[in-house]
């Protein structure tokens, strides 16, 4: 393999510049705007001109807060041509959280929309590291916040030239874990030597079976990992990339059939809402176009994979990884048939589920997750976070999920450990009873948990999203316990059942069960999900 780094005007989005300037390389959805490959070389190239002339060199920090946005793709490439490491931050964060990345980032650059400017400014007084504040859509002028010149992004660029700068090397995002169980961390890898478009791009590539050309859909926020390596994959066969502001079932089967869209990544959450659709509405449209659907980010509920399959013919891939990349698991339908309920067997790195005592568990029987990493990373400023994902002797690493392997070596998971109740001295993992409570046609979401119990420790208990035009009564209640213990052992059903409007989940599909746990542990010191 040749080490040398090169530009991207020879690989990507150059190239296809040069060869299909005015093709499609980004579609939003909802406004119907286009972003041309030639629009995307041209923007790209001018961002990565204007963070040079800020001083921004190999190694150093931007950071991105934005909806789904035409300009969003475009400014990770700058990052990714010009050997920075650039971090696309949640866009639903609060300003303390907002601000506790862009200082810990140590960026020195933040690009924002107008729809988020009022978050992003009310944050930059926590990170005086900031210098500049890019606004799309903005018009300006615009008050300095402190140190921090803030300008409007489309006016600003103009000044800049749209080729290639003359050190063109290959950058990395750095990526903070989604925060469902604590503070988001900031994952480091190092800065690729080779060229982009090898080692990791072309495994996932090859995984994924993209191809030249194609059409991928975009049903989630590109802040995330997954939907933005998918698309960034994209753009470098070539294809376009249509993005959705948000999920909406109906509107993702639409855009299926309008654009006849190849390949898509999707959540559980995503295919159990499609499957609430009514028959008339799911059998309404074209979806023969599609020929690979991956999904990912948490397990999915069995009766509603076999419905998917049936829905869509063969076309699924489930994989199991984090945003560490620590290693990663894969099946196709045919193995996960033969397998019901599998996130895949390891096919990056080397797998290991260990007891407490680090200890290697017989086939089913579960254990924390572990992986020796072909993937070196390191959780930024924060060595006691990385030494606590990590084995004594630092060869293995997890994010502490729970599973087992089955005599096939296919990897089944259980829980987070942090979600494990512990009743009456029996651990109980609550993904199963969740994912049974979600098949029920009543409920639109479930979380389940532990709460306080003065004889067992801990109970459990679910909280439940009904479904629009269902009402919280004693009967609905009634009917889902009796509906659990149809299908799980008592010890797996809760003693009580709770409703809430609306459960939290990340726009990536991750519960965020520690504020509804946190309500019923205010009382006895806090729960154990830190």
């Known amino acids: 393999m040749n080490l040398t780094v090169v530009g991207f005007h020879n690989m990507y989005p150059g190239i296809h510049a040069e060869q299909r300037a005015d093709q499609p390389a980004v579609v939003m959805a909802g406004s119907g705007e286009v972003v041309t490959y030639r629009e995307y070389e041209e923007r790209s190239n001018r961002m990565a001109h204007l963070l040079r002339a800020e001083g921004l060199q190999r190694g150093d920090h931007f950071a991105i807060v934005m909806e789904n946005h035409p300009w969003y793709m475009p400014i990770c490439c700058a990052g990714e041509r010009s050997g920075l490491y650039f971090t696309p931050a949640n866009s639903h964060l609060t300003t303390d959280e907002l601000g506790y990345i862009f200082e810990n980032s140590e960026s020195q650059v933040v690009v924002t929309s107008s ?3 009022d978050v992003a400014l009310s944050a930059l007084p926590l990170a005086p590291n900031v210098r500049l504040c890019l606004v799309a859509d903005g018009t300006g002028p615009y008050a300095n916040v402190g140190n921090t010149r803030v300008l409007p992004l489309e006016e600003t660029l103009a000044a800049f030239p749209p080729t290639p700068i ?3 090397s290959a950058g990395n995002q750095m990526l ?3 925060g469902t169980t604590g503070r988001p961390k900031g994952i480091l890898r190092e800065l690729p030597k080779a060229p982009v478009g090898e080692s990791g791009s072309e495994f996932l590539m090859n995984i994924w079976l993209y191809r030249e050309g194609q059409t991928y859909l975009c049903p989630a926020p590109l802040y995330h990992s997954a939907p933005q390596a998918a698309a960034g994959l994209t753009i470098r066969k070539g294809g376009t990339v249509v ?10 089967l639409q855009l299926v059939e309008q ?8 959540v559980p959450t995503m295919f159990s809402r499609l499957l609430k659709l009514p028959d008339d509405v799911r059998n309404t449209y074209d979806l023969s176009s599609l020929e690979m659907v991956v999904h990912a980010a948490a397990p999915c509920p069995v009766p509603v994979k076999e419905r998917m399959l049936e829905w869509w013919g063969p076309i699924i891939r ?7 990349g620590l290693g990663l698991t894969l099946c196709d339908s045919a193995e996960w ?10 096919i990056l790195g080397e797998m290991h589920i260990l007891d407490d005592d680090m200890n290697e568990c017989p086939q089913g029987q579960p254990g924390t997750v572990w992986f020796k990493s072909p993937i070196h990373y390191e959780y930024f400023n924060d060595p006691g976070k990385t030494r606590d994902s990590s084995s004594p002797d630092g060869g293995l690493k997890t994010v502490g999920d729970v599973g087992y392997v089955d005599k096939d070596g296919y990897l089944f998971l259980t829980d987070r450990a942090t979600f494990m109740i512990i009743s009456g001295g029996v651990n109980i993992y609550p993904q199963e009873t969740e994912n049974l409570f979600i098949t029920h046609p009543k409920v639109a979401d479930a979380a389940v948990f532990g709460v306080p119990n003065p004889d067992l420790g801990e109970e459990m208990k679910a909280v439940i999203q009904l479904m629009p035009g269902i009402e919280p009564t004693a009967d609905v209640v009634n009917e889902l316990m009796d509906f659990c213990r149809a299908n799980l052992s008592l010890q797996k059903c809760p003693r009580s059942i709770d409703f809430e409007e609306q459960l939290p989940r990340t726009p990536t599909g991750k519960l965020f069960k520690k504020p509804l746990r946190e309500r019923y542990w205010a009382e006895h010191g806090g729960s154990r999900i830190v």
């Open 243 to 252: 993005v959705m502001d948000k999920f909406d079932p109906e509107h993702f």
């Open 318 to 324: 489930e994989y199991y990884s984090a945003t560490e």
């Open 115 to 117: 729809q988020l400017l």
């Open 337 to 346: 048939l033969a397998h019901r309920g599998t996130v895949g067997r390891c």
């Open 176 to 178: 903070y874990s989604s």
């Open 166 to 168: 003359s050190d063109e």
């Open 259 to 266: 654009h006849r869209v190849t390949h898509t990544q999707m």
